[in-house]
Every structure is written in structure tokens, then in C-alpha cells.
């Protein structure tokens, strides 16, 4: 893939892997408000399907980031439907450079293009700076840098480390500039490049500082494309790709010292697109796309953090699965997790937070070579109103896995997942769920179909107002 051009990849053709009992209620969807379709690809949409696409803007470069929003209608009779709706952040695209500048109109702005020279003090935009960095060195608390298109590879060793920009400052730097136009940045077709080619770190950024970065490609990185150590920082509409380790790395010590927001960013080909430990993390809207391989890496990993994630996409992650999260708390509202797989557990996510809602997410076509093809569950979990379908594992839980949990599940849907042992809905081992208000169908696995309740010994669960319909086993349990 040409690095300039947008990563808009969103693994529609990876639909395929959906049971075509689900898209066959996408086939002839009307525009009943005279919007766009966008016909999909794949072998399961070959008779030339299309979607209702509402408010839809296609990813740019550093594009806004897309949700896709799977709906399941629960029909209480003899079928449930399945419509997906794809949608974008209705945030505020203002370049966060830009709001920043207009939010503190006394910081002194300065210039950077691969055309200029490192001397001066870099406030002449006829007259940029050539590298980053030594904008950065010029700047006081406060001030922004901003960026031309072109692609940046000088390495420095401020710190005792290698990296491309060295940041301990309040500083915000945004990319995607002209020569003739400091104004109005356009990162899609001003694309600016931060590229440590191996040598080092792309971005480290440490201290009690509140940075911005926002508008930059971020590649090249060894071991990780971007570090951020203690500090409060905002990413915005970056793509970060193509680094040895983390895309992103966050870490504190002590711990929550680090609050980091992701907006609109892109993470893709990566080992490991997001790692966090001990740090407050809050994602919205961001594309977490193809990182991880069979074997190792995953989508994200979070660990000792306070996390809040809403309308982020996960798909083509590997490994690992979409995310995974251990002790600490997590929110997760409104995000899609599809065609993610997982060697082990938690196709899409593996969870085991001290504390967890998950709400109103979408888990679909998603693969566990163990346990858990959509989710793997532990501790204390919440989840409610989620659409669960089309995962598969190769042993427990096709759509949800429980492990030692207090469960509660309240008005999710699980349709088409399957187990190849037990619990084609749902697994639950030596837990205490409560179940209330769920929709199961046509789940499938070798024992308990829709859902298996076991534990040594069993732990006695709450099952009110639930709907199983449909739900099949070859041995025990439909």
C-alpha cells in the first residue's frame, strides 16, 4: 500500500465470514432518505447488495473515524434481523492545531518544511525550519509547530534515546501544511511524515506536559512508533503504522499520571497497535486495523489503567484479538469489533478488569482458536444491550465466554455463534451470572447450543425474561 493514500480499509469484503442468515436482511434495504449506497465486495455480496449508509463520509488520510454500527432487531417470533448501518463521529473536525491556536491566540506559531534551514527562531513562515526538533527546541511553553507536507528522518539523542521528536514541553505540532498555506492544515493531501526508519523511537514524550500531535504519519519506529512517559497528551487524527512494536506505547509511574486521548486516529499494521500500563486512556473514534499475526501481537493491550473507549473500530487484528484488558477499569460504548481472531481467548476482546461495562457494542464475525470467539470474560462485567454474532471458537463459547465472573448480562443478542465443544451462545465456567432479557438464537455447538452453565461446584445464576429460539446441539442442550 502507497503510505500517502488514505488507509480506508475497513474490512467490509470481511463480511464473508458473517452467516449469510444475517446479510440476507441487507438485500434490498430502500434509500429512504435519498443517501448513497455503497455496495459491498465479498463472495457474500455478490448479487450486488448494498447498505443504507446515513451520514456517511469516507476515511480520509487521517480521515474521521469510522464506526460501523451492527443493529440487531431482536424479533421475538420466529427470525432476527440483522441491519448494519455504517456511520461517522459527528465531532468537530477542527484541526486540534488550529482550536488550540484559537483557544490561546498569544502562543507563537513556527514553521517547518524538508525545504528550510535550522537556524533562527522559526516564526517566519517564508523562512521555515527544517526539522522538527529544533522547532521544538525554539518553542516555549504554549506554542505550536506546524508542519508541511514531506517526510522527516532526522533522529536525535536528546535523553539518552534515538528518536525523531523529542517532546517536554506544552507544545502543539500538526501536520499537514504548505509552503502557501500555513493556515488551514489538510493532512489528506498534504500528508506529513515523521520516519525514524529503525533507527530509534519516532515520538517520545515525557513530563508534566499536556502536548498536542494531531495530523502526522508516524512510521519506521524501533521499538515503538510513538512513547508517551508521565505526560497528558492528545493524538488526533494521526496514522501510526509500520513500527516494530507498539504503534502506541503509554506508560506512568507512578501510576495515572498519564492521561492520554486518542481522536480519530488510525492504527494499522502494527504488532501491537495500542499498549498502555498504569494510565487514564480515553479512545473515540478511532480505526484500529490489521496489527498483530498469528501467533503474536494484537489490536490493543491495556493493563493497571482506567480505560474508556466509544465508537472506535477494531477489525484484522491477530494474535491476540481486537483487545485486551487486564485489572484496572473499562468502559467500552458503542464500538465495533469484527473479523478479529485470537490464538487463545477473546477473539474480539479479552477482558479482566477489576471493574467493566460494556455497552452497546458491536461483536461480529469475530475468532477464538480457544475459548471466547467474540468475548472472553472475567471478574466483574457488565454487558449490556450488545449485538453478538457470527463469532466461533474452537472450543467454549462461541459468542461469550465467563470465567470466575459476577457477570451481569442484560438485553444482548446472540445470534449465529458457534462453539466447537460448548456453548455455542454463551459459555459460563465456576461464575454467577445474572442473565436478563437476552436474545439467543440459532447459536450452535456440540453441547448447549445456546448456552452451557457449569462449575465445579456450580454457582447457582439468576435467568429471567430471556428468549432462546432456534439454538441447536449435536449432543446435549440445544
Known amino acids: 500500500m502507497d503510505t500517502h493514500t488514505a488507509y480506508t480499509s475497513v474490512r467490509y469484503n470481511a463480511l464473508q465470514s458473517v452467516d449469510t442468515q444475517i446479510l440476507s436482511y ?153 509552503l502557501t498555506n500555513w493556515i488551514m492544515p489538510d493532512p489528506d493531501t ?64 507512578p501510576a495515572e499520571i498519564s492521561a492520554v486521548t486518542l481522536e480519530r486516529n488510525t492504527l494499522h499494521d502494527n504488532p501491537i497497535g495500542l499498549e498502555a500500563y498504569y494510565s487514564r486512556l480515553y479512545l473515540y473514534d478511532n480505526a484500529v486495523l490489521d496489527n498483530g499475526a498469528p501467533g503474536d501481537g ?27 484488558i487486564q485489572s484496572g ?35 461480529i464475525g469475530n475468532t477464538s482458536g480457544g475459548s471466547g470467539g467474540g468475548i472472553y470474560g472475567g471478574n466483574s462485567l457488565t454487558l449490556r444491550g450488545n449485538r453478538i454474532g457470527s463469532n466461533t471458537s474452537a472450543q467454549y463459547g462461541g459468542g461469550i465466554y465467563l470465567l470466575y465472573s459476577d457477570a451481569l448480562l442484560e438485553e444482548n443478542t446472540l445470534l449465529n455463534n458457534s462453539a466447537g465443544v460448548m456453548g455455542g451462545g454463551l459459555f459460563s465456567s465456576n461464575s454467577s451470572p445474572q442473565l436478563l432479557d437476552n436474545h439467543l438464537e440459532n447459536n450452535r455447538s456440540s453441547w448447549g447450543g445456546g448456552a452451557m452453565l457449569t462449575g465445579s461446584p456450580l454457582i447457582s445464576p439468576l435467568i429471567s425474561g430471556n428468549i432462546f429460539l432456534s439454538n441447536t446441539a449435536q449432543c446435549i442442550g440445544g
Open 329 to 363: 477499569t473499562a468502559t467500552l460504548i458503542s464500538n465495533t469489533f469484527i473479523s478479529n481472531s485470537a490464538d487463545l481467548a477473546g477473539g474480539a476482546i479479552s477482558i479482566a478488569a477489576n471493574e467493566a461495562l460494556l455497552e452497546d457494542n458491536a461483536v
Open 26 to 178: 441487507i438485500l434490498g434495504l430502500t434509500d429512504e432518505h435519498n443517501q448513497e449506497n455503497f455496495v459491498l465486495d465479498g463472495p457474500c455480496l455478490q448479487r450486488g447488495a448494498s447498505m443504507k449508509i446515513h451520514r456517511l463520509v469516507l476515511p480520509t488520510l487521517l480521515g474521521l473515524a469510522l464506526a460501523i454500527t451492527l443493529l440487531f432487531a431482536a424479533v421475538r417470533q420466529s427470525q432476527a434481523a440483522l441491519v448494519i448501518e455504517a456511520v461517522t463521529s459527528t465531532q468537530d473536525t477542527q484541526p486540534a492545531a488550529l482550536s488550540s491556536h484559537l483557544d490561546n491566540p498569544q502562543a507563537t506559531v513556527r514553521f517547518v518544511a524538508t525545504s528550510g534551514a535550522d537556524s533562527g527562531a522559526c516564526t517566519d513562515s517564508a523562512n521555515p525550519c527544517r526539522s522538527v526538533q529544533y522547532a521544538i527546541d525554539q518553542a516555549v511553553e504554549g506554542d505550536e509547530v506546524r508542519v508541511a507536507s514531506g517526510t522527516y528522518t532526522e533522529v536525535n539523542n536528546y535523553g539518552g534515546l534515538a528518536q525523531v521528536v523529542y517532546l517536554t514541553k506544552t507544545v502543539t505540532i500538526q501536520g499537514g501544511y504548505t
Open 298 to 324: 494484537r489490536g490493543a493491550y491495556m493493563m493497571y489503567s482506567q480505560v474508556t473507549l466509544q465508537g472506535n473500530l477494531f477489525t484484522g487484528n491477530q494474535g491476540g484479538g481486537g483487545i485486551e
Open 190 to 253: 498534504n500528508p506529513t511524515v515523521l520516519d525514524a526508519q529503525g533507527l530509534g523511537q519516532v515520538v517520545y514524550i515525557t513530563g508534566t506536559v499536556s502536548s498536542t500531535l494531531s495530523g502526522m504519519y508516524i512510521t519506521g519506529g524501533q521499538p515503538h512508533g510513538i512513547q508517551i512517559s508521565n505526560a497528558s497528551v492528545i493524538l488526533a487524527s494521526n496514522q501510526v503504522y509500520g513500527n516494530s512494536t507498539a504503534g502506541i506505547r503509554v506508560d506512568s509511574f
